[in-house]
């Protein structure tokens, strides 16, 4: 089993639509969990952090089920500038060791 | 505040050469992770380094080795290159706060190699 599993999609949604990606981990021991989200041959940047009891950042909600080992990313009201891949991303230990799943492609269509 | 730098963008080499990249973190960090990711792929976790000492490593051989210098600036060297070595590497700088470190990790532009 991968460290970090993702639908690698595509999710090809129109403008305004409600999107969900999840993301499974292996590790039950993992203590911190992020989005990132990286843009067609650019860098991976930080969208979100993941807590315990779930955060939102406007459009944006994070949930974290520990008991079923998966991360989920709730995107409302899609816009265009949406399109990217996003990036699960989990923290194996103390360390700061993150594990980064394959990325889900997102394409918002008008 | 500079973030992440990294050089060069760019890189073509042929197989079987040495390449040496580089990063600076974004100021105020002290960890620095190596990520390799090919075409398609997320990155993937070579390895991290902190306080001058590499404190993990991923699946990766031998020939991928690095350093962190006292100014917490890093190198990855990667020896005898092969074509599937071709790929975009990242650098990633966070601060770990003491030895625990929960904190995301911010990355640089990365360096794209290519191997002929």
């Known amino acids: 089993r991968k460290e970090v599993e993702q639908d690698p999609g595509p999710f090809n949604v129109p403008e305004g639509a409600t999107v969900a990606f999840n993301c499974t981990y292996s590790n039950s021991a993992s203590q911190s969990f992020f989005w990132y989200r990286q843009d067609c041959r650019k860098e991976p940047k930080l969208l979100m952090s993941v807590y315990s009891s779930g955060n939102e950042d406007g459009r944006f909600t994070a949930q974290l089920n520990r008991a079923s080992q998966y991360i989920s990313l709730l995107i409302r009201d899609s816009k265009l500038s949406d399109s990217a891949t996003y990036l699960c991303v989990v923290n194996m230990g103390g360390n700061n060791d993150m594990r980064f799943g394959a990325g889900t492609r997102l394409t918002v269509k008008p | 505040d500079a973030g992440v730098t990294q050089s060069p963008t760019h890189l073509i080499k042929t197989r079987g050469q040495q390449v040496t990249l580089r990063c600076s973190p974004k100021s105020g960090h002290d960890t620095v992770s190596w990520y390799q990711q090919a075409l398609g792929q997320g990155p993937q976790f070579i390895f991290q380094?902190?306080?001058?000492?590499?404190?993990q490593r991923g699946n990766f051989p031998d020939r991928f080795s690095g350093h962190q210098f006292p100014n917490y600036s890093s190198e990855l060297n990667v020896n005898a290159l092969l074509l599937g070595d071709s790929a975009l590497y990242l650098c990633a700088s966070s601060f770990a706060g003491g030895g625990g470190g929960y904190q995301p990790q911010h990355f640089g532009d990365g360096t794209r190699l290519s191997i002929l």
């Open positions: 380094y902190y306080e001058e000492e590499e404190r």
